[in-house]
């Protein structure tokens, strides 16, 4: 569903442009219907390699697509449903509003937009703000108003970038169980995350990225064998990446 | 269509709903009460003094909305990004250039209807009163001078987004956009000085400094071209070419703006 084939992406940083690598031969193959986990450190090209897909900077080398369609082209982002990290909205609008623009844009009709809309803000758990200005909102009802627009359309793929990010323990345990159910209705998952247990908790499988090189793909089963714990995993990658051992 | 109209739409709520938009209402509002306060001090000359003072303040009002809320729709999507999420949805960057200008051309044209209501019912009250010292006046030619201003901010509009698609941020647009404006509205006066013969000048003109402000002529937006206040006060002839081409020259201003603005846009990365 989601493929990814030798992406490198440099960014230029300050007045000299010095070149910085953020990405380096990545590739991916995520398959329908599967949730997998990107874990790395901090800036270890996570949320680059997102903003490639959807579009947003462009790669160096190497080609990614969704459904089989170039990410470049605008129809291959009408089967996905994105959750940027840490959302900002329109001040003025409300969270009506803004899953009305969702849905218009995914060409959906009016009478499906107010089905969706209300299932979705239920589930959110938005129904009292419904009506408000997203500005009066608090950056977990922020969060949960854009995964409610990322899902307006009921996209086939997701794509989450740190979606627990900001949220208390109830919208997290909230986003966790909409992970669960996207899960059980056989969509693709793909989302970001530096807390492992989320990781654990969600993925079937997962990658490991660090200093924007693909350390390690594998189901989630296959990381964990031999009794270990996600962290004991990840922190090898770490120190191998570091030039040390793994433990 | 379908795809411009959802853009356009909450581009508009965005900035209809945006606080500035009232308090500029509220300033114009006390500057339409000033204009009848000072067009009664001068007693023969009220008609003339009242309908350049409205159409003054609307001009400026309007000014204010494309500064302050127009400049800030486009650059504030880019600022906060919000343009990830408005970018994920199977929409082209063209699209949403041109949608959002949409949008603000929707919010120049409303705000200033309201302010033209506003103008239109501080002249008729005048008129009402002063009716003997209103001689020479048409509100065909009002109506005219206040639909070219409309024209001038939506070219302003075209210009701040064709300096917002390449510029990192909303206070370098708004610089950029309020010198445009002040070149574009002096540029043809200063022109039309320096090509006076040089006798009648006192001074020679380099020809450096000429071609600069003949390159300057043809770069930037002639904005006193859309500006006939002084015609419609005096109820002055305007010709109907003149009008058709500042039309013309108004609506390719605004293409050729647009579609730069989304080429750059389209090779534009947000990191």
């Known amino acids: 569903m989601i493929t990814i084939n030798g992406i490198s992406k440099e960014f230029k940083e300050g007045i000299t442009g010095k070149c910085v690598k953020a990405l380096e031969g990545l590739d991916l193959e995520i398959k329908q219907g599967e949730v997998f986990g990107f874990l790395g450190p901090n800036g270890a090209g996570k949320s680059t390699t997102i903003k490639i897909l959807m579009n947003l900077i462009f790669p160096n080398t190497g080609e990614a697509k969704i459904g089989g369609k170039d990410v470049r082209d605008p129809e291959a982002r009408r089967i996905v449903g994105y959750l940027p990290e840490s959302p900002y909205f329109y001040d003025y ?27 979705l803000i239920d589930k959110v758990d938005l129904q009292n703000a419904r009506k408000r200005p997203l500005r009066t909102y608090s950056k977990g009802m922020v969060q949960r108003a854009g995964l409610a627009m990322a899902l307006i359309h009921d996209p086939d793929v997701i794509i989450l970038d740190e979606p627990m990010s900001g949220l208390d323990p109830i919208g997290r345990k909230m986003v966790g169980d909409l992970m669960v159910e996207l899960k059980g209705q056989g969509k693709t998952v793909f989302f970001s995350s530096h807390i492992l247990n989320d990781i654990e908790r969600f993925s079937d499988r997962a990658g490991i990225i660090i200093g924007g090189r693909l350390k390690r793909v594998d189901t989630l089963q296959n990381l964990l064998s031999g009794g270990k714990d996600l962290e004991d995993v990840f922190m090898g990658e770490v120190a191998l990446a570091q030039g040390g051992t793994a433990a | 269509m379908t795809t411009l109209w959802p853009i356009a739409l909450i581009t508009f709520k965005e900035g209809i709903r ?15 009460g000033a204009t009848a306060l000072v067009a009664t001090m001068v007693p023969r000359e009220v008609g003339k003094v009242a309908v350049d003072m409205a159409l003054s303040t609307i001009s400026f009002a309007g000014l204010l909305v494309v500064l302050f809320v127009g400049i800030n729709l486009m650059a504030k999507d880019l600022d906060k990004r919000t343009i990830y999420t408005v970018l994920s949805r199977p929409i082209s960057r063209s699209q949403y250039i041109v949608g959002k200008f949409l949008g603000m051309i929707m919010l120049i044209t409303v705000t200033m209807g309201i302010l033209s209501f506003l103008a239109i019912s501080a002249i008729v009250m005048l008129k009402t009163i002063h009716g003997g010292f209103f001689t020479r006046f048409s509100w065909q030619a009002i109506i005219l001078a206040d639909c070219l201003t409309v024209l001038m901010l939506i070219v302003l509009s075209a210009v701040s987004f064709l300096f917002a698609s390449f510029t990192s941020s909303s206070f370098i647009t708004l610089i950029l956009t309020i010198i445009t404006y002040i070149i ?22 380099s ?26 006060a005096h109820d002055l002839p305007i010709s109907s070419s003149f009008v058709i081409w500042t039309v013309v020259y108004g609506l390719v201003y605004i293409a050729i703006s647009i579609t730069l603005a989304a080429l750059i846009f389209r090779k534009k990365e947000f990191p």
């Open chain 2, 207 to 232: 020809p450096v400094t000429m071609n600069m402000v003949k390159a300057s002529y043809y770069l930037f937006p002639n904005l006193s071209l859309f500006d006939i206040k002084l015609q419609a």
């Open chain 2, 18 to 32: 945006n606080r500035a938009v009232y308090g500029i209402t509220l300033v114009a509002l006390l500057l339409f």
């Open chain 2, 184 to 205: 574009g509205q002096s540029l043809s006066g200063v022109k039309a000085l320096l090509e006076t013969p040089s006798h009648e000048l006192g001074f020679t003109v």
């Open chain 1, 93 to 119: 609008l409300t969270a009506e509003e803004l899953l009305w623009f969702g849905g218009k844009t995914a060409g959906m009709d009016a009478n499906n937009i107010r089905e969706r809309s209300d299932m």
